[in-house]
């Protein structure tokens, strides 16, 4: 699906990347784990960068808009697909049609109650449902996570991880919780130092790995 | 900073020496009484002749608003181009009293002029303004659209909704502007409030005055209650009919273009004669327009430092700082002009009424900005005996950088203020061009216009690089002041 090799990303005189290199397949789940700083957000947003016909980014900070309602926010995923008028059409008085198709996917995150409610009000992990909830409605084949359940309990992070990873898409994501991406994930990513320290199927990485991942310089 | 403060304190007293303080009125203590006497009993009497005044004073303001949004919005898109900028620069830079200067000979003395005066110079600050919520909003959510989205339909979901909030506030607050501008107006002989009150200040019916102006304040004060939304388009088109019923509608076009080409081009008068002309009036205008500012900006800085704790919570009790809260209200909703006019009449023509009028009404606007930041300080337990060591060492310090950001963006506004405070007599610019406009050298007062935009430019400028400087920018990107 995917071939890198060798990337180098720098900020400044810091180093977020070296030598980089991966094959990344269709419908792979892929987790990328590590401690804070070691390249994993630069990393996604690399592979999203480099896959040609796009990929859907389920970015840290949500990217909502706070005045638009929850349908609203949703429906942007598919603002190419129409016309600006019928675009406009919708922003004024919701689709029956995209109502309901956003309503489906709302129902399996959960938050189908909150359709049509400002997003300003929702909590941190509802806002986070929502971006996830635009990146499923966009229909692409891939979707790319920037720590996607970082603002929800873990009973809606089950429920959430659940729901991406049986929409038979191939999901990679970054996570700071090491059990979540040994249940959800095919294959697992540790990173450090912005290089890449393991990379293989959870079954095959030993527990003194990921404890060496995490351990002090 | 502080470098730059005495920089100001110097320039403000070198000013001292072209600014004359001379009180010309033979009893102003009875007049002074008189007024007095107007404020306390303030009469209506007079309010069934004066009411068209207010109705075409509010239209305008409507009007105005509404054209200048719209032309503001769609110069908005364009702002990041040179030209656009340009254009938005000069329009801003001419005070509207000057644009009225020079419609007026066309439209004559109707609303429609000061539709135009105020819609022009708005158009500059809306485009700006605009183009700075835009710049400084959120862009996480259009960096996440697909790249296939069209243009307008990310605008309208990604962009509209996060930057209506800020464009409707700054356009409340810019309504407010232009209902102040309307009334000023009136002292060109435009009929709105403006014109009634010059009239009563003038023959000295200071109760009838007062009454005016307490309709005028009124009219400011419940702005958020008859501003709203659903009635905002049948109010909005009423305005719109009434400006522009036939009978408002003069246009005395012979001849305009050629008084405003410089006489040289049109008789045998060399250049030479004529420049040396505008060169004298200009200089003196200038120099009177610098030196009010800078005598006021001190000034200003001063009564504002002294207002704070008089009306902060922090400070006084409750009832006090209420009293006060009102008055800087007052003080900050009357134009300066009407300030201005009134010590005039008390005090006789000189420069004093004017450094009175920008003191008073910058003083009040600083202060009320300030308190506000005062009031969400707190004063550590046990560390200051006395409430005024609190205030110049502890609240003082953490205000300050604040309040100089304010302060500097006051100043682009007082120098445009003091100029048009020539039209009442006081010897900046705008005296100048009003001569010019009352002897009919229309090419005159052009020139001398063109001379008080660059003034404002040249002062606009310094500011924003003094800010810079300081790292003052960003600070008071959000306040309307």
């Known amino acids: ?217 | 900073m502080l470098k730059t403060c005495f920089g100001f304190l110097l320039a403000g007293f070198i000013a001292l020496f072209f600014v004359d303080f001379e009180i010309s009125t033979i009893n102003p203590i009875i007049e002074l009484s008189k007024i007095a006497n107007g404020i306390l009993c303030p009469s209506f009497a007079r309010f069934t002749e004066i009411y068209p005044s207010i109705f075409t004073t509010v239209a305008i303001a409507i009007v105005s608003i509404t054209i200048s949004i719209i032309i503001g919005s769609i110069i908005a898109f364009f702002y990041n181009q040179w030209y656009a900028r340009a254009v938005c620069i000069a329009l801003r830079s001419v005070h509207e009293i000057f644009w009225a200067l020079l419609l007026i000979p066309i439209f004559g003395l109707t609303p429609l002029s000061a539709v135009l005066a105020i819609t022009i110079p708005f158009i500059g600050i809306f485009a700006k303004v605009f183009s700075e919520i835009e710049s400084e909003s959120n862009k996480a959510p259009r960096q996440a659209l697909s790249k296939q989205t069209s243009k307008l339909s990310g605008f309208i979901y990604t962009i509209l909704p996060i930057i209506t909030p800020a464009m409707f506030n700054y356009i409340r607050y810019r309504f407010e502007c232009a209902l102040r501008s309307s009334a000023v107006l009136g002292f060109l002989g435009i009929p709105t409030i403006g014109f009634y009150l010059e009239t009563m200040f003038r023959e000295g019916y200071y109760h009838q005055a007062a009454g005016l102006l307490i309709i005028f304040y009124m009219l400011i004060f419940s702005l958020r209650y008859w501003l709203k939304t659903k009635i905002l388009i049948i109010i909005t088109l009423i305005a719109f009919a009434y400006i522009f019923k036939s009978e408002n509608l003069h246009f005395y076009t012979t001849g305009y273009l050629t008084e405003l080409t410089p006489w040289p081009l049109r008789s045998t008068q060399s250049f030479h004669d004529w420049f040396l002309e505008i060169y004298k009036l200009g200089a003196q205008g200038l120099i009177n327009t610098i030196s009010l500012t800078q005598v006021s900006i001190v000034s200003t800085a001063i009564l504002a430092i002294l207002l704070i704790p008089m009306s902060s919570i922090k400070f006084v009790s409750k009832s006090t700082k209420n009293i006060f809260h009102i008055l800087l209200i007052i003080l900050r909703t009357t134009p300066e002009l009407f300030i201005a006019y009134l010590f005039l009449v008390l005090l006789g023509p000189s420069m004093l009424p004017a450094v009175i009028a920008l003191t008073l009404h910058n003083a009040a606007i600083m202060a009320y900005l300030s308190v506000g930041l005062c009031d969400k300080l707190d004063i550590p337990e046990g560390v200051y005996k006395r409430k005024l060591d609190s205030y110049f060492f502890w609240f003082l310090p953490q205000l300050f950088g604040q309040f100089i950001a304010f302060l500097f963006l006051r100043w682009e506004v007082m120098i445009r203020d003091s100029a048009l405070l020539g039209i009442i007599g006081i010897y900046t610019i705008g005296f100048y061009i009003d001569s010019a406009i009352s002897d009919q050298h229309l090419d005159v007062a052009l020139a001398l216009i063109i001379l008080s935009g660059l003034l404002t430019l040249m002062v606009d400028t310094t500011s924003h690089i003094i800010r810079k400087r300081l790292r003052l920018e960003g600070i008071t990107t959000c306040v309307q002041i």
Do not use: W
């Open chain 1, 1 to 217: 699906m995917l071939s890198i090799k060798n990337i180098n990303v720098k900020y400044g005189d810091f180093i977020a990347l070296k030598n980089i290199s991966l094959e990344l397949k269709l419908k792979e789940h892929v987790a990328i784990i590590g401690p804070s700083g070691a390249g994993k957000s630069t990393l996604l947003r690399e592979i999203y960068r480099r896959i040609p016909t796009g990929a859907n980014l389920i970015q840290q900070q949500f990217a909502l808009v706070p005045q638009l309602k929850t349908f609203h926010n949703v429906y942007i995923a598919r603002l190419e697909r129409y016309s600006f008028f019928t675009n406009l059409c919708n922003l004024i008085k919701p689709n029956t049609q995209r109502y309901q198709e956003i309503l489906t996917i709302l129902k399996d995150l959960g938050i189908e109650n909150k359709i049509l409610t400002p997003v300003s009000q929702l909590s941190g992990g509802e806002q986070q449902r929502v971006a996830i909830a635009r990146a499923l409605y966009h229909g692409g084949n891939i979707i790319l996570g920037d720590e996607p359940i970082s603002a929800v309990d873990p009973h809606n992070s089950d429920i959430i991880m659940s729901t991406l990873s049986n929409s038979n898409k191939t999901f990679i994501f970054s996570v700071h919780q090491v059990e979540v991406a040994l249940k959800f994930a095919t294959r697992i990513i540790g990173m450090k130092d912005g290089q890449i320290f393991f990379d293989d199927a959870p079954g095959n990485i030993k527990r003194s790995q990921i404890n060496n991942l995490y351990a002090p310089c």
